[in-house]
C-alpha cells in the first residue's frame, strides 16, 4: 500500500489498474471480432432481359440474304413504315473510320455481340514501378482482370461486336492487330460510341469496317483505363438501346440497329423501298448517260 500524506488516506490503486487493463482486453476483443465480421455482396438486379428469338443458321442466312446491299436509309424507312421512327437509328456522331467508295466494302450487316466497359478502378502514373518489367506485369494483370475472351470465345460468322466503352474516350481498345483476329472469327463490323487506335494500318488495309465516336482514333491501351464489364447484355451505343442478337446495318450514313423480333417485317419493307429506288436511279443513269454501277444493275 502506498501512503497519501495530503490525504493520510491510505491508496488502493491496483483495483483501477485491473479495470484498466480489463478495458484494453475487451476493446481489443471487440476489434478482433469486428475484423472477423462476415462480408456482404451486394446482389445485381438486371431489369432489361435479353430477347430469345431463332438465331439458326437458317434464320440468319434469311435474314442476311434479306439485307444484303440495303442502305441504311432503306432500313430507316422501312423502320418508320412501322411505327419506329427513329428508334435504333444511331447518333450521327457514330461515323466509319474509312470509306470504300469504289466496293463498298465499308458496309454490312450483321448481328449484335454487344460489350460494355466500365472505367478503370486502377491508375498508374510516374515512377509508379522501379522498372520496366513492373509496368508489365501491371498490363498482364490488368488483362486477366476484366478480359475480352468471354466474347471474343461467342462470336459467330457474320456477328458485329457493339461496344459501350463508359465514356472512357482516350482508349484504344480496337487495334490494327486484335481487330484482325476478330476478322478471323468472322466478325463483319466492329461499332463503338468510343474510338480505335492504330487507325492508318485499319484504314491501309480496310478490314474490319469500323465506325466510332467522330471518326477519331484513340490511343492509349486498356490496362488503367477500361475494365470489360459485360457481354452480351443490353447496352447503349450512339443513343439506341442494342440487345445481343439485333441486327445492325451500317453504311456511308451511319448506323442503324433493328430490334430481331422486326428483322424480317423491316427487311422485307426496306427491300422494296430499295428495288423502287434502284428502278428509278437506272432510268435517270439512261436519260443523263451515266454509265451503269453496282448500285443500279439488277441483282
Known amino acids: 500500500m502506498i501512503y497519501d500524506p495530503s490525504s493520510k488516506v491510505k491508496a488502493r ?12 482486453f475487451a476493446t481489443a476483443a471487440h476489434t478482433q471480432q469486428a475484423s472477423f465480421a462476415e462480408q456482404t455482396t451486394p446482389q445485381g438486379i438486371r431489369l432489361l432481359q435479353n430477347k430469345s428469338f431463332d438465331d439458326s443458321e437458317k434464320a440468319r442466312r434469311e435474314i442476311l440474304a434479306l439485307y444484303k446491299d440495303l442502305r441504311v436509309t432503306d432500313v430507316c424507312d422501312g423502320m418508320d413504315l412501322i411505327g419506329l421512327q427513329d428508334i435504333g437509328l444511331m447518333d450521327n456522331e457514330i461515323r466509319p473510320l474509312w470509306r470504300d467508295e ?21 491508375r498508374v502514373g510516374q515512377n509508379s514501378f522501379p522498372d520496366v518489367e513492373g509496368f508489365k506485369q501491371f498490363k498482364e494483370e490488368q488483362y486477366r482482370r476484366a478480359s475480352d475472351n468471354p466474347w471474343k470465345e461467342t462470336v459467330k ?23 484482325l483476329g476478330w476478322v478471323e472469327k468472322g466478325v463483319v463490323g466492329v461499332v463503338t460510341n ?11 488495309v480496310k478490314k474490319p469496317p469500323v465506325y466510332l465516336r467522330k471518326g477519331h ?28 442478337g ?37 432510268e435517270r443513269y439512261q436519260r443523263l448517260q451515266i454509265p451503269l454501277d453496282e448500285t443500279v444493275k439488277n441483282r
Open 13 to 24: 490503486p491496483f483495483p483501477v489498474m485491473i479495470a484498466v487493463t480489463m478495458l484494453l
Open 102 to 122: 469504289e466496293n463498298f466494302t465499308h458496309r454490312f450487316v450483321g448481328f449484335a455481340v454487344t460489350v460494355r466497359y466500365v472505367p478503370s478502378d486502377v
Open 157 to 179: 460468322p457474320g456477328d458485329v461486336v457493339v461496344m459501350d466503352v463508359g465514356g472512357v474516350f482516350e482508349c484504344g481498345n480496337i487495334g490494327s492487330n486484335n481487330s
Open 194 to 204: 468510343g474510338g480505335a487506335r492504330d487507325t492508318d494500318e485499319i484504314v491501309k
Open 217 to 244: 482514333s484513340t490511343r492509349g491501351v486498356r490496362p488503367g483505363r477500361l475494365l470489360t464489364e459485360s457481354v452480351n447484355f443490353p447496352i447503349n451505343c450512339g443513343g439506341v438501346l442494342v440487345y445481343p
Open 246 to 282: 439485333d441486327v445492325v446495318a451500317a453504311d456511308g450514313d451511319g448506323v442503324i440497329v433493328v430490334p430481331r423480333e422486326h428483322a424480317l417485317t423491316v427487311g422485307r419493307l426496306a427491300r422494296e423501298i430499295n428495288l423502287g429506288d434502284e428502278q428509278s436511279r437506272r
